[in-house]
Structures are given as C-alpha cells and as structure tokens.
C-alpha cells in the first residue's frame, strides 16, 4: 500500500509538470518527473522479474558452452515464470532461475509457444514467498507514441536494468507482436515492456522483421524491440500451464497477385486437404472478411490470421457469384507440402505461345489455343493458372478448357465440351537435362533478332555497380508490358525475355569486363543479363538484398523481360567459378570451395515475395542466415542446384518442405556453363 500510495503521488505530481511542459514552463521538471516515474515502476514490478541461465548447451563441435543469461516474469505464486523461446533454442543440461532475491531454483519447461517466441517454466521455490505480475485478458496496448520502460536482471548480483522507449507499431510479425524503439539487448528478452500506469504492455521476445537479420541479436541495441501483447498471453496461460505446445495456425489458400499492398482478395487456389480446402472454399471466391477484421488485400489477411493458433476455428466471409457466404475453418499446425506441377506451356496473356517438346501439353494443346479454365473454373489470368498449378496434386489429371482457332474459317468457336483437354501434369522437381537444354535452344522468342545493347544501371540510394546486357527496347515499351510478360513481337515469334541477375563474387569489381563473356549466349537465348557486385570486397552482406531488389525491379523495366521469367543466380554456380574467391582476383581459384555470391543469391531468393521465379546456386553452398516462416505465403520459386547432386544437402529438403521445386544438373557428367544457366532461366517462362 505504501509503495502504491507513493506511485499515485508521483503520477498526479507527472500530470501537473507535463502540462507545465506543454506551456514551455520548466521542461527539466518534467523530465525528473518522468525519471522518477520509471523509478517508482521498476520497484513495483522487479520483484516479479527473475533472471534465467542456460547451462551445458552442447555445440554441434562436442563443445559445452554458457549462454549469457535473459529474463523472465512471475505470473503465478506457485512458482511459473514466463520466459522467452531464447531459453529452449538449444538443448540444455539445466535451467537456472534466479529470483530478485538472490536464490537460485532449477527449472523445467512446462509448455511452449513456438508461434509467438514464449516458454512457461516451473519452479519449486522451497516455500519462498514469490511475487507475480497479473496478465489480464482485459488489458489493450498502449496508445502509438506512448512511453514504454523495459526491465530485466543482469549478472550474478541480479543486477535490475531499464531502457525506456515509445511505443511504435502493432501487428508486427504477421500479427503477433507489438513494436517499441526501446533499446534492449538478449538479456531483455523474457522481461516486461511497461507503460507509465506499471501496466504490463507485452513480454519482449527475441525476433526481428522478417528475413531483416540472420539472428535476433543482430538487431541488438537497435532500437527496435518486439514484444507479444499482456491480453494475447493472458488467453493462452491455461494452455501452456496444461502442457500443450501451442504453434501458428495454417489455413492453406493462395491469394491471386504478387503485391501483397495491391488491393484484392480474389482466392487463386486453395492448397489440397487444408482447412480452406475443407471448408468449402472455391478458387475465385473473393475474401471479405476474416474473424471480426474486414480484408482488402493480402496483408490484411495475413495480419488478420497471424492471430490464430493451431487448432482454432476462424470465421471466413467470401463473396461468390454476387452473394456472401459465410465458412468456419479450423486451422492446422502442418499442411502437406507442394509439389510443384508443370504442362508445358508458354503463354502470352492465356493464349499458348509456345510448347515445351516431350512435355505433358505437347501433341494436345497447340500454338495458339487460348486457355479459359481450369476444371472447369474459369481461369483470370495466366498468374491464376501458374499459381493452381504449383498446387495441383501429383499424377493428376486436370481439365483444361480451350478455345481453338479454326484455321479455316478464322474464327472463335464457342466453348463447347469438346473444348477440354484433360492433361496429367508432371512435377518441377528433379533433373534439368541436357535434351530440355536443346530443346529450349531451338524454340524462336521475340527479340533475338533485334540489337542488344549495355545499360549501366544506377540508382540513387544503391551503391552496388550494376550491368545490364538486353535487348534494344524503348524503355516506355516496358510500361505497356502486360502481367504475364512482354508485349508480342510484331515479327510473329513466340517466347519473351527471360532476365538472369547474377551476383557475381566478391572479388570481381569490373562489371563490364565480367559482361563480355555472358553476351553472345544470352543473345542467342534472348536471357537479358545483369550482373552485380556487392558492396565489399570481402563480402556479400544480407543489408544488400534491399538494393539488389531495387536493381532487379529496374532491369525488368529496361529489358521489358517477363516477370515471370526472372532468377537470381549466383555466378559460383559456373563450374570455372564454382570455387572460393580470394582477395586477389589474379590468384588461382581453388575447387570445390563456397563463393559468398552463393549463399547471397538463395538469401535474396527467399527473402522477397515472388520477385523471382528461380535461383541457381551450386550444391556447395552454405544456407544464409535467414528464418524461414512455416507459414509463409507459397512461394512461386524454383530452385537448381549444380555439382555432385548425388547427395543433395540437408538444407534443400527445407525448400521441398516450403514448396519450392528441386532441379539438378549433374556437374560430374557435364560442366555447367552459361548455356546451361541461360538456358535453365529461359525454362521459367513455361507453366
């Protein structure tokens, strides 16, 4: 009561000097006020905050090492504590709680939350009096702008810490997470982010923006802080106390469009057996509203789901054929993964430009057709039919339904049963042969024989050099591109422009000297090329993958490629380069060693929505640091892989996991020259 009669003091004492600050009158009394306001709220609230060691974590050398202790809060008398996931991230021999008043208690994992970063742990405190924070359901985030004040313990001597911030943002991390620009290191992680009443705002976790760093500690002191709000954690305490491991919910629909800002909901495909599947949902239902949040775009259904966990039911209003319709969908840990489809087909618009020989469409579908549906739901766009079938079932047949010129009388039949080709897809994944390689070398495309000519791409805020080799296009023209690609050339001929982005090793600095030997070849494939170096000399960093977007973005513009054609391909990928690079460009590679472009190309890959189609890195590359969501939209992306394929590394079973296609050129049998990785980026433009 004592301690509570003084804080009400010191509030009313804060009201009066913050409207004398207001004024223009004694602004340093305001800041005392403040001052002694965070003061008052770390001696109400440090009693409930403990400090956690991780001790004996076995590193993958056979080495046990100490992690530097983070914190956590008292929720309850008997003895649970909330910590974050920072606790369990490596296997450990012991957990050591210690609490304000220097005694130390073993601890055990009671219940986890892997979707929001949170572990509740359980200690028998001896009878030892404990002090708790109560965490209401009833208590909403602080107003944006507001004060917030971190704390946690430190050391041996629990030494109490405090940073103080405002409050930034919500609905970060897809939903889950609040943001704050207090500056905090992994030793906040688990404590409390307050506000000026000592109410209890959110539990920091360690997290960063997605693919913003290969650790979150990368974005220590940063000033940006996440924490998971009071009223979400207060609604799932009984869970984590009861045992359970409580994981982000999957509701499995693709969402037709690459811009995730760009107004629409229309749903492109739903994945097979998930919950949206399940629920009735249809391809061409447009999603009005998910829960209680209307939803106009992409993420704003992202935001809206990310609330939901395992096993929750979600309320799904759709509009279909001019009427609403209301679905309940009950989400899932796990959906099972993709397994990419192709038929074949190159298309302008929805009409065929062309066919891949050998491929499941040769010998049904011709030149010309255009395709209006797809079993028998009609199709919008090409992205549509793209997306559906990257979702389709293996080994199954589809329907496809086509209009057919008549050749001789020039005209448009109406859609009639005999219309429907019905085609059984084969899958991305697996070899990328040498029969593909010539047959994608004989195929005419639009471009080849015009002039080609060198743009140096510069943009005001990138300071990477970049080179681009294209066809001679105005660049207007690129304006009028449509969704699905490149305007038709008026010779007649068939397939656009593919556009290669290469990063070239760190080593190599002359862009237009690295150009020469790409031109003849990516002419002859009609592949626009543009190379890359990274900032250093040393290195590829992960902050280049802003800049690197920014160039690609420019290079579709001034090549007009298609934007469904576009890859980024690390230059190790060549079997001349497939080597270490040296701080001497002159000195003699060495063999079999990783280039730092390779891990950098998989990175930019990964980290963008849908701006590439396909990345080709060699087998030696190590996995960039990045954190993959499970439930990350689909990803329309293709991966080849070069070298010894005979054993493919473990990190590519995580891209089959998120439903990416593994192709494979076998480096032992053939060298992979630019042929071969030109030839491979002209593939994407088929379906």
């Known amino acids: ?74 929720v309850d008398s008997d003895g649970f504590i909330l910590a974050s996931s920072w606790v369990v991230r490596s296997e450990a021999a012991s957990i050591i709680v210690s609490t304000g008043d220097g005694n130390r208690y073993p601890a ?36 944006i702008g507001s004060t917030l004040v971190a704390l946690a313990r430190y050391g041996e001597s629990n030494v109490p810490i405090i940073s103080s911030g405002v409050m930034s943002a919500v609905d970060r991390l897809d939903g889950t997470a609040i943001q704050s620009d ?126 939901y966990d395992a096993g929750d039911e979600v309320e799904l209003e759709v509009k279909r054929d001019g009427r609403s319709k209301v679905v309940v969908a009950t989400l899932v840990d796990a959906i099972e993964p993709l397994r990419p489809q192709s038929i074949g087909v190159a298309l302008e618009g929805l009409k065929v430009a062309s066919i891949l020989p050998d491929s ?33 079932d293996p080994e199954t047949k589809l329907t496809f339904g086509v209009r057919r010129l008549d050749d001789s009388t020039k005209e448009e039949p109406k859609p009639a049963p005999e219309n429907e080709i019905s085609i059984t897809p084969k899958p991305w994944s697996g070899e990328f042969s040498t029969t593909v390689i010539e047959s994608l070398g004989k195929l005419p495309a639009t471009g080849t024989g015009q002039s080609w000519e060198a743009t140096e791409i510069r943009l005001p805020d990138v300071v990477n ?14 304006k009028e591109t449509s969704e699905q690609g490149a305007k038709a050339d008026p010779t007649g001929s068939t397939l656009s422009t593919g556009l290669a982005i290469v990063l070239l090793p760190p080593s190599q600095r002359d862009v237009a000297d690295a150009m020469v030997s790409w031109k003849q070849t990516a002419k002859s494939l009609n592949v626009a090329v543009c190379l890359i170096a990274s900032q250093d000399e040393q290195r590829w960093s992960l902050s280049e993958i802003d800049a690197i977007s920014k160039i690609t973005a420019a290079a579709i513009k001034q090549s007009a490629a298609d934007p469904n054609a576009v890859a980024v391909v690390s230059a190790g990928i060549l079997s001349t380069q497939t080597v270490a690079p040296t701080n001497s460009p002159n000195e003699a590679p060495i063999k079999g060693k990783a280039n730092p472009a390779d891990a950098m190309a998989l990175a930019v890959s990964l980290s963008t929505e849908n701006i590439y189609q396909g990345v080709a890195i060699p087998s030696s590359t190590q996995p960039p640091g990045i954190r993959l969501r499970r439930d990350a939209p689909m990803r329309l992306l293709r991966v080849l892989i070069t070298g010894d394929v005979s054993e493919m ?24 020259d630019r042929r071969t990785v030109l030839s491979w980026c002209r593939s994407l433009l088929f379906l």
């Not at 590394?649 to 992979?672: K, S, Y």
Request: glycine residues 8%; negative net charge; hydrophobic residues 40%.
């Open 649 to 672: 590394p473990p990190w590519t079973e995580t891209l089959t996991r998120i439903g990416c296609p593994v192709q494979t050129f076998d480096e032992t049998i053939q060298q992979v």
């Open 360 to 392: 499941p469409a040769d010998g049904l579908i011709q030149v010309g057709d255009e395709i209006e549906s797809l079993d028998r739901t009609k199709l919008p766009n090409a992205a549509t039919l793209r997306q559906q079938l990257w979702a389709a």
């Open 1 to 74: 009561m004592k301690v509570l009669s003084k804080l009400v003091a010191v509030w009313f004492t804060l009201i009066c000097v913050t409207a004398t600050a207001q004024e223009g009158i004694n602004p340093i009394a305001y800041q005392q006020a403040v001052a002694e306001r965070i003061r008052n709220i770390a001696e109400e609230i440090l009693p409930s905050v403990v400090s956690i060691e991780v001790i004996g974590v076995l590193q993958s050398d056979g080495e046990v090492r100490q992690d530097a202790p983070t914190c956590g809060v008292i």
């Open 108 to 143: 055990k994992v009671v219940g986890r939350d892997e979707h929001r970063d949170l572990v509740l742990l359980k200690i028998d405190a001896k009878g030892a009096a404990l002090e708790a924070i109560e965490l209401t359901a009833s208590q909403t985030s602080p107003p």
């Open 465 to 478: 050099q970049a080179y681009l080799w294209h066809p001679a296009r105005v660049v207007e023209d690129a």
């Open 182 to 307: 207090v500056r905090i290191s992994p030793t906040f992680y688990g404590g409390p982010l307050l506000d000026l009443n000592g109410n209890v705002a959110g539990i920091l976790i360690p997290a960063v923006g997605e693919n913003g760093a290969d650790d979150p500690t990368a974005w220590y002191d940063s000033g940006i802080a996440f924490a998971v709000p009071t009223d979400v954690i207060a609604a799932k305490l009984k869970r984590l106390r009861d045992g359970e491991t409580i994981q982000a919910g999957l509701l499995g629909l693709v969402i037709g469009g690459s811009d995730p800002y760009a107004p629409g909901t229309t749903i492109a495909t739903l994945r097979k057996r998930s919950p949206a599947d399940r629920s009735g949902l249809q391809a061409g239902d447009e999603l009005t509203r998910v829960g209680d949040r209307p939803v106009r775009r992409q993420q704003e259904i992202k935001l809206a789901l990310g609330r």
